[in-house]
């Protein structure tokens, strides 16, 4: 097995497919989480997510990196402290600075890959962050080289494009799964995988907000690292998914890896076989990843009709890239204009949606009942070819 792996954004790193969240390495005792990310290591895992504040988290990735500095690289949080022997989110310097400095401290380095905006998940957060003397001293860290790039965590797809396009950061650290995806702008996360939520209408194809920013993202060169890409766990459980069947962790790694701009999956591991079950991915056939037909086949919820841009379509007569023209068709389709930047990728196709024949034949192979030929149409018309 080799590991493949993509370039984040304008970083420029080369990070892993699969990654590593480090959130569980303080559930177990130190010398076992710091074997099991010397494991990741050697399954070619080189880039690990470091939010948590705890001490003990951050001293067993100090250990596990002690002589091999050079073969990680860190995701570590501005503004995720460490007061009174608990998590604190906060902007306040008196936080913010001793719980950065001891991040370097604990990992025995002097620098941080990546340097993150802590966890900003409304517009008006973003904008009172503009200035601020917490802004100050991220820039600082950037200018003299302790971080090396600037990044942002975010659960919400409108504060993360705002940021994406104020041009600030370099990457971004994303909640992506198919659950999530269907979920509106502002919509509780913790509901969504509430015991008590109910399926209802809310959940109706992938939400366009969230597409939007993944192009987004494409478009600006903005890399996106995965969290949360099983949704907890619920993914696994057909009783606990919102869509009523399981997906295994293949199949919703391939999902985050196929949405514009991810570049690395951060699995949070508790053991050694957890590494090797995300690992399997790189060797993984077309039918272990193929989380299309699961979804498109899903009780509780379906994508029926939606398209999830998952190529299964192909290969069209007319030598089409479907799954590329239903999403700047659907992209173009939600605004009260087609953006010139959706036109002008659409018109970069080499074959263009007017060139569908209409033979329907692509259609007996979306799992997701995708009226294709008449969606050509509609594309044909709307961007005149
Ligand atoms: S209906 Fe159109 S898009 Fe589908 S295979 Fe035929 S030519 Fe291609
Ligand atoms: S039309 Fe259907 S098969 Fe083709 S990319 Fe969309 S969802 Fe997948």
């Known amino acids: 097995m080799t590991m493949r792996y993509r370039t984040l954004g304008k970083t420029g790193l080369k990070v892993s497919e699969i990654g590593f969240g480090g959130e569980w390495l303080e559930r177990h005792p130190e010398e076992e989480s710091v074997e099991l990310m010397k494991y990741a290591s050697e399954k070619g895992i080189n880039i690990i997510d470091c939010w948590m504040p705890d001490p003990k988290s951050r001293d067993i990735i100090g250990k596990a990196m002690k002589g091999n500095r050079e073969n990680w690289f860190v ?163 057909k009783n606990r998914s919102p869509f009523g069947v399981e997906l295994t962790p293949v199949q919703c790694i391939h999902y985050a890896l196929s949405r514009l701009g991810v570049d690395s999956v951060l699995c949070g591991f508790d053991t050694k076989e957890q590494v090797d079950e995300a690992v399997h991915y790189e060797e993984a056939s077309e ?43 659907d992209l173009a389709t939600i605004q009260p204009e087609v953006p010139e930047s959706v036109r002008s990728h659409y018109l970069s196709l080499e074959r263009k949606a007017s060139e569908c024949v209409g033979c329907r034949q692509c259609e007996a192979r979306c799992p997701f009942g995708v009226p294709i030929a008449d969606r050509m149409t509609k594309a044909a018309e709307l961007f005149g070819e």
């Open 75 to 237: 995701q570590g949080h501005f503004g995720a402290n460490w007061h009174e022997g608990q998590y604190v989110r906060s902007r306040e310097m008196k936080y913010v600075r001793p719980s950065f400095e001891d991040l370097l401290t604990r990992l025995q380095t002097d620098y941080i890959d990546l340097g993150l905006i802590h966890y900003v998940d409304t517009v008006e957060d973003w904008n009172a962050l503009q200035g601020s003397d917490y802004m100050k001293y991220v820039m600082e860290m950037k200018e003299n080289g302790t971080i090396r790039h600037i990044g942002m965590s975010s659960h919400d797809p409108k504060t993360a494009a705002t940021a994406v396009r104020s041009g600030l950061i370099e990457m971004l650290l994303f909640s992506v799964n198919p659950a999530f995806d269907m979920l509106p702008s502002g919509q509780d996360l913790d509901e969504l995988l509430g015991d008590g939520f109910h399926y209802d209408d809310r959940l109706a194809g992938i939400n366009t907000e969230r597409a939007q920013l993944y192009m987004l993202c494409e478009e600006y060169d903005v890399g996106i690292t995965v969290m949360k890409g099983f949704a907890g766990g619920r993914l696994f459980d």
């Open 287 to 329: 039918s272990e990843k193929d989380y299309a037909s699961v979804l498109g086949n899903a009780p509780l919820h379906s994508y029926r009709g939606e398209c999830t841009y998952c190529g299964h379509c192909k290969p069209c007569v007319a030598n089409l890239d479907i799954a590329m023209i239903n999403k700047f068709y």
